[in-house]
């Protein structure tokens, strides 16, 4: 039997549910403009946040310590907007999730390796 006719046989809803894309599928206009509806508020948000991002460096005069942590929020919550929705890791299988926060574990180990030593270099003297 060809893929095709294995493909033809088995219920639309099956595809969607084992993550097999039907090249056939077509979808309905609708949802296409819903989609570019999502993809152009992500980029506004990505373009509000970097303008937000620029203004708390130049037009905020802060302590160095304190602008950097409101730009790694900021920096955190663009990657979550990027590899949430234009790398569809919002609709992935548990897998992904597993490695995304093994990877947020070890960038919290190295962030936390730099501000030990310096705490405990104050620490001794």
């Known amino acids: 039997m060809t893929e095709q006719a294995v493909t033809e046989h088995v219920a639309p809803e099956a595809h969607e549910h084992a993550g097999v894309h039907d090249p056939n599928a077509h979808h309905s206009p609708e949802e296409i403009k819903r989609e570019i509806r999502v993809y152009l508020i992500v980029f506004g ?3 509000v946040l970097t303008a937000v991002t620029v203004y708390a460096c130049y037009g905020l005069k802060m ?9 790694l929020v900021i920096a955190c919550t663009k990657g979550f907007l990027v590899a949430g929705f234009f790398m569809h890791l919002l609709s992935e299988k548990k897998l992904i999730y597993s490695v995304l926060g093994l990877t947020v574990f070890f960038f919290a180990v190295l962030l936390w390796g730099p501000w030990h030593h310096f705490v405990d270099m104050i620490g001794h003297k």
Not at 63 to 71: E, F, G
């Open 45 to 47: 948000a990505l373009a």
């Open 63 to 71: 302590p160095p310590h304190i602008a950097i942590a409101i730009a």
